[in-house]
């Protein structure tokens, strides 16, 4: 899918994501938060995610809400969940989202994954249990419509490489529909 069209599908289906009454939309962080979010992460931000934090500067929605430059709420902050798992740092994951549940969504800074959004299971926090998208905007997109009511994703096969055939290049092991995953 073309990013382009993906970034406006991910616009759209954030401003329609279902949030508390109380919770209207944050929108996205200006140039001090970015620079100030980049100060406390202590590693650089990939440009996808400061595209996608001008946007959304984190909110909870979804399940365990989208992180971002958010230090007025911590449980939505970058920051805050990195310095929870220092050996994040070390590995360039950067948590973007969570599941609810107490595992993470990580974007992976360097490496054979560079790029890839990861899963993070709670039981195993040093390592990727299996990737969910080639890039952090078709993440968001899955993630975002699984809001809706789409649950293919991230274990049905042809649904995730209809969209992100690039996942078909991840190893074996870590694709989530792989059974080793």
Do not use: N
Not at 131 to 149: H, P
């Amino acid at each position: 899918m073309e990013s382009d069209l993906v970034r406006q599908e991910v616009v759209h289906l954030l401003r329609e994501a279902p949030r508390a009454p109380e919770q209207p939309f944050p929108g996205g962080a200006d140039d001090v938060e970015l620079s100030e979010l980049q100060s406390r992460l202590g590693l650089p931000m990939p440009t996808t995610l400061v595209d996608w934090l001008r946007i959304c500067k984190g909110e909870a929605i979804g399940p365990g809400g989208v992180l971002g430059a958010r230090p007025d709420q911590p449980h939505l902050d970058i920051a805050h969940g990195l310095s929870m798992h220092p050996g994040w740092r070390a590995r360039g994951w950067i948590p973007v989202a969570g599941d609810g549940c107490g595992d993470y969504y990580v974007l992976v800074g360097h490496g054979e994954l560079a790029g890839h959004v990861g899963f993070i299971d709670q039981a195993e926090l040093d390592e990727i249990d299996y990737v969910v998208a080639s890039d952090l905007w078709l993440f968001l997109r899955f993630l975002l419509l699984r809001e809706t009511g789409d649950r293919r994703w991230p274990v049905d096969r042809q649904t995730v490489l209809s969209t992100d055939p690039a996942m078909a290049r991840v190893p074996r092991g870590l694709q989530p529909w792989s059974g080793d995953a």
